[in-house]
């Protein structure tokens, strides 16, 4: 293939996933709104953000059906995935909200579609690499929006002076900067040169996570941080290996009690409280409404909409007007019921199960990226609400996961392996 072409192609991957996540457009089109603003900022039209992945959609297409033979092996990989996007273009039919239940299907679709699109057009290694481009892209970029930008880099109203960088909300920037960090790492343990600009982009995602005052994603990163070190582990010779697992789990269950002991003291020192901000206050309420609606949910996202949606019985009874449940266990309960959870809870164990295989079959650091991003996953979805959503970052990534490590493996040529041969034989 034409060297241009392989360019294009992978700066329009790399560029779609920065639309995916956010960053800079919605910041930009709010015109640099922050929570709490006097005046409120007032509605925002994102219908550049909506042609521009509408755009994203007709590419992706195309590029999958120019490949069609390559496509069609990865498609079939993991059928519980399409069943529960089956699922959810099905509750169409039980939808609160049908028309708008459609519209998201429509992104749902079209979101899925890149993921196929990055499982089947790249390898892991490939995947890191433009992941690494991305958030080195938005740790430079927020740095010069913090710093040129003010108005737009830095939040006023309620959590004044927190850095949000290219993105909308300082915890939206948080919740990047943990996974780039991540990133970064693995580039950097496996890289043979230059190897200082990935320490670099490491060292730059911390401080830009310290400077978000996100106390969530730090936590979750340091947990991510331990897990690592711990999957290691499984790379040693099995009696080894299993000594140090025992004790390791021994330490842990000392450790747990005396979290559990001092548990006010800790969520105190990054900011919280046993509440977490209050979002256990209206989980009951969220429950609730689950029961009423318990095996199919109300539909693809047909249950949020404030006052004229089925939401309206939380936010009379709470003062906090939430967008979502700020639990993305709980969301999805909430659109496609226990049958849309019992599906996806199944295939990511699953994937999970795959991902740590990998730990051992895969003696390169690029092994390590989707067992640790799956455990992202399970953490931010804690407190936020990213499982199943259109047009979302974490969930492109996820679904890329649940193909690329079912894709088959040679010995010597294995998709998280420094030996894959380079389709791309480009540096970019």
């Given amino acids: 293939m034409n060297n241009r072409l392989i360019f294009a192609e992978k700066a329009f991957t790399i560029l ?14 709010s015109g640099g709104a922050s929570e709490g603003d006097e005046g409120g900022g007032g509605p925002t ?3 550049l953000i909506q042609l521009l992945f509408l755009v994203i959609y007709f590419i992706t297409f195309c590029l999958l059906v120019l490949r069609w033979k390559k496509v069609i092996p990865v498609i079939h990989k993991s059928v519980l995935t399409w069943l529960l996007i089956g699922v959810a273009v099905f509750s169409y039919f039980w ?24 499982a089947s057009r790249y390898s892991g290694k490939e995947q890191l690499e433009l992941l690494g481009w991305l958030f080195g892209l938005t740790v430079v970029g927020s740095f010069l929006f913090c710093a040129g930008l003010p108005k737009y880099g830095v939040m006023g109203g309620v959590h004044a002076g927190a850095w949000r960088g290219m993105y909308n909300h300082k915890n939206v920037l948080g919740k990047f900067m943990a996974p780039s960090t991540i990133v970064f790492l693995l580039l950097a343990l496996r890289a043979q040169k230059k190897r200082w ?11 830009l996570l310290i400077l978000s005052k996100a106390s969530s994603p730090l936590l979750n990163l340091i947990i991510l941080l331990v897990a690592f070190l711990l999957f290691r582990i499984l790379r040693w010779r099995y009696d080894l290996m299993i000594t140090t ?17 001092n548990a006010e003291a800790i969520a105190a020192a990054f900011g919280k409280d046993l509440t977490l901000t209050g979002r256990t206050d209206f989980w009951p309420l969220v429950v609730d409404k689950i029961e009423q609606r318990p095996w199919l949910g109300y539909g693809f996202g047909a249950f949020w909409h404030g006052y004229d949606g089925p ?9 906090f007007k939430a967008p979502n449940s700020h639990n993305g266990y709980l969301d999805l309960c ?32 690029d092994a390590f990226f989707p067992v640790l991003f799956l455990i992202y996953i399970i953490l931010a979805n804690l407190t936020e609400s990213t499982l199943i959503i259109q047009n979302n970052f974490f969930f492109v990534i996820q679904v890329a996961i649940f193909f690329s490590i079912r894709i088959p493996q040679e010995p ?3 998709i998280f392996d420094d030996t894959y041969p380079n389709r791309f034989d480009i540096r970019f």
């Fill in 16 to 29: 779609s996933l920065m639309n995916y996540s956010g960053a800079p457009l919605v910041l930009i089109l």
């Fill in 45 to 47: 039209d994102f219908a």
């Fill in 95 to 118: 939808s609160y909200e049908p028309k708008l239940t459609m519209t998201r299907i429509i992104a749902l679709i079209g979101t899925m579609l890149f993921s196929v699109y990055l």
């Fill in 197 to 207: 600009l990935f320490w670099g982009g490491l060292g730059l995602s911390v401080l």
């Fill in 245 to 261: 697992l025992l004790g390791i789990s021994s330490l842990g269950l000392l450790l747990y009690t005396l979290i559990v002991d």
């Fill in 311 to 319: 939401s309206s019985y939380i936010w009379y009874a709470v003062t």
């Fill in 334 to 365: 909430l659109e496609l019921g226990l049958v849309g959870f019992s599906i996806y809870m199944i295939e990511f164990v699953i994937s999970f199960q795959k991902a740590i295989a990998y730990i051992r079959l895969v003696k390169t650091s």
């Fill in 412 to 414: 010597e040529k294995t």
